[in-house]
């Protein structure tokens, strides 16, 4: 059934397209490459050249060893050849070997995400010996892409560093899914045997490849080169058709897992209305397409070119909008030598980790070399670069990870020549369940509580990934907010200052939402009537009791009175001509949370600070002795230990009076014969507690030995017995007044 389907197709696509006469008999598929889809969880893209009108891929999973289950997809093939010498810009463009042919495209939709593909390609698929593999990306979870520069073919010495290095690369990291290719994959675009030498590499069947032009793409087969089109580029390509108008094929973006790929023509930008095309461009395509990391590359270098000029030309026309959008990663070539620079933001190292791009020029990754040099012969530049290397054939492997993307670079003996962490700068997913008017009730103007010239402008946690930007926009056209949103790890508001008392402001919110659309509401604020300034509130323990003081400028009548308290009780309501309030209650031996607070008179709070004062303290009181044995009418005066020491009044009780009494100072009578317990307490510590039994015995008959205690007789001193310890886990705080906001 296969087999027949295959001949309908083949005889119906024969129909729809005319001859093609050819001058070389190159076969019915070559020059086959893997490009990506603009999705690459569901599409990728294939590119080959064919001197028959009607040719195939015929692809499946990779587990499908008999091709069982295989598709066929017809290339759509264009006729396609360059002329050995044509006029371009008043010069000749010379071009060698570009036979009449068929590029032919074919675009794989409708793929499994997470899965290992095969495909091959001709009249008749099936009888091709060549198979080519890719893995469909998961939409999320870690992978590593390979990345290079500059092979720069001449011949098939040179194009065998490249091979060696991939292979390399693949058995350090085995998950590599496709590599990205900063240009000068040939040394002249305008020789077809230079494109033959690429395309006899292995490699190319491994993996898909994307691919920015670089000069050399843009050379023809003259021995002084001409500087041509990209025409040589887009005849071997495949690349997702979402690219800018004036360079399409050689700019384009697409999505792996949490990372938006972009690629730069850096060689067609040579008048102000490509470059301002390809800019535009650029930013459209951020504004429409979310992802956690943004890794944009393209040929020539951005600092310590070989070109001076041309690197500051990049930095003015790009650097701003790789800051304004984000972007992570900016990968180069060009200048044959290994730069890396720290995070950059606004032209000089980034501060904060969640803002900068890390540039990188990769070594060569062919046989072709320059020394380490900078721009304009100056090191103005050389501070920026965490690594750098000259003279190694080299290639790097980034691996993508949820939380940052690791970089290690190894040159063609596998040894690790750089080696670095880039953290992420924003989540790995936007919030769920987002809906529009949702997100904006969620946005408001709030007036600062201390601060009645003060607002906050607040756009919500809610927009990540699904708005590019939350502006507000004043009634004298003062916006607010409205830069683009870039990552969800830095604040999301902002302060609105100079406002006056006792207005009303009407603001306009505008928001653009990642799908292009966008939405506006009213919002109002209405600030309250100045009542002029209050601070240095403080606690003052250096005295005989703390003192808290403040100091107050008040403008007019709002404030009715002050307001303190402690631990949540009023203790005083001091009048608004007073600075100061004494708290002789204070106890330092546990904690005290002090709030003061300004009641306008409207009864409303409008001003209010916290301090602290105290530690809480664990506290002990004994009797030295547990017991005391005294005649009636004998004395004995206690000796009481407190941990930790401190002056405190003591309170003592007698359980039974008839036997023995205690007075304030601690001296106890016996009264009566028999026991009494006497109890200690701390005043300002109820629960802490120690006691004592003191036994009284008749008096002994005359004749008779006396038998005495420790404190026997009227004139024995007091107190070495106790009954145990009784200790109560209280709070104390040390002196300590601190300021809460």
Request: aromatic share 12%; charged share 20%; glycine share 8%.
């Amino acid at each position: 059934m296969k087999k027949r389907f295959f001949l309908l197709a083949f005889l119906m696509a024969a129909l729809a397209f005319p001859a093609l006469t050819v001058s070389a008999a190159g076969g019915q598929a070559y020059n086959v490459m893997t490009n990506p889809g603009a999705d690459m969880a569901t599409e990728m893209n294939i590119s080959w050249h064919s001197d028959v009108a009607v040719s195939f891929v015929q692809y499946t999973k990779v587990s499908d060893t008999n091709w069982q289950n295989a598709n066929l997809v017809l290339g759509q093939a264009t006729e396609f050849s360059v002329p050995d010498s044509q006029q371009f810009s008043g010069k000749t463009v010379l071009s060698s070997g570009f036979t009449a042919r068929y590029h032919c495209k074919a675009t794989l939709t409708g793929l499994e995400p997470n899965t290992e593909y095969k495909y091959r390609v001709g009249q008749d698929p099936a009888g091709s010996q060549d198979v080519y593999y890719f893995k469909t990306a998961s939409g999320a979870g870690p992978f590593s892409f390979l990345f290079f520069t500059d092979p720069q073919y001449v011949n098939d010495s040179g194009a065998s560093i490249f091979n060696n290095l991939v292979q390399k690369a693949r058995t350090i990291d085995p998950d590599i899914r496709f590599s990205v290719v900063s240009g000068d994959f040939v040394d002249r675009g305008g020789k077809i045997e230079q494109w033959d030498i690429l395309f006899r590499q292995s490699s190319l069947r491994q993996m898909p490849f994307a691919v920015t032009p670089g000069n050399h793409e843009y050379y023809d087969a003259s021995s002084t080169p001409v500087f041509f089109n990209n025409t040589y580029y887009n005849g071997f390509y495949n690349n997702p058709a979402n690219g800018a108008t004036s360079v399409l094929g050689s700019s384009y973006y697409f999505r792996y897992n949490n990372v938006l790929f972009v690629s730069i023509d850096s060689e067609a930008a040579v008048t102000a209305a490509q470059k301002g095309a390809q800019k535009t461009w650029f930013e459209n395509g951020m504004k429409s397409n979310h992802a956690q990391y943004i890794v944009v590359f393209m040929h020539r270098s951005f600092y310590g070119g070989i070109y001076g000029s041309v690197s500051a030309g990049l930095r003015a026309d790009w650097q701003g909008l790789f800051d304004k959008y984000g972007v992570d990663l900016v990968l180069t070539g060009h200048d044959h030598i290994y730069r890396r620079t720290t995070r950059i933001y606004e032209g000089i190292a980034a501060t904060d980790p969640n803002k900068g791009t890390t540039y990188m020029s990769g070594g060569s990754a062919g046989a072709k070399f320059y020394d380490l040099q900078y721009e304009d012969g100056k090191d103005k530049f050389r501070d920026l670069f965490e690594c750098e290397f000259a003279r190694q054939s080299s290639v790097s492997i980034f691996q993508v990870g949820i939380d940052s993307i690791k970089l290690i670079t190894i040159n063609s003996s596998g040894q690790y020549l750089d080696e670095v962490t880039l953290p992420a700068k924003r989540s790995p997913s936007p919030a769920s369940n987002f809906t529009k008017e949702s997100y904006l009730d969620s946005v408001r103007v709030t007036l600062d509580d201390k601060d009645p010239t003060k607002a906050v402008f607040y756009w919500g946690n809610q927009w990540y990934g699904h708005v590019n930007s939350a502006r507000l926009i004043s009634a004298d056209g003062t916006i607010y907010g409205h830069k683009y949103l870039d990552t969800n790890r830095l604040g999301n508001y902002v302060n609105i200052t100079g406002l006056e008392p006792n207005r009303t402001y009407d603001f306009t919110l505008q928001v653009e939402f990642k799908d292009g659309t966008t939405a506006e509401r009213e919002l109002s604020l209405l600030t309250k009537l100045s009542y002029g300034r209050i601070e240095n509130v403080e606690l003052d323990v250096n005295g005989e009791a703390p003192v808290l003081n403040w100091f107050a400028l008040l403008q007019n009548d709002q404030i009715d009175k002050f307001r303190v308290r402690v631990n949540d009780k009023l203790v005083a309501e001091p009048a608004i001509t007073e600075s100061s309030c004494a708290l002789p209650a204070l106890a330092p031996y546990r904690e005290n949370t002090i709030t003061f607070e300004a009641i306008d008179i409207y009864g409303d709070v409008v001003f209010t600070e916290t301090l602290t004062y105290g530690e809480d303290v664990e506290f002990s009181i004994t009797f030295t002795e547990e017991r005391i044995e005294l005649q009636p009418g004998g004395t004995a005066n206690t000796v009481l230990t407190i941990t930790p020491q401190a002056d405190f009044a003591i309170t003592y009780k007698s359980s039974d009076e008839s036997v023995a009494t205690i007075d304030a100072g601690g001296k106890i009578t016996a009264v009566g014969v028999g026991e009494a317990v006497i109890t200690a307490k701390i005043s300002d510590q109820l629960d802490v507690t120690c006691a004592i039994t003191v036994t009284v015995t008749a008096a002994e008959e005359p004749g008779k030995t006396s038998k005495k205690g420790c404190f026997g007789g009227l004139t024995a001193v007091a107190g070495l017995g106790c009954l145990g310890i009784a200790a109560l886990f209280h709070r104390r705080r040390r002196h300590k007044a601190n300021r809460e906001n």
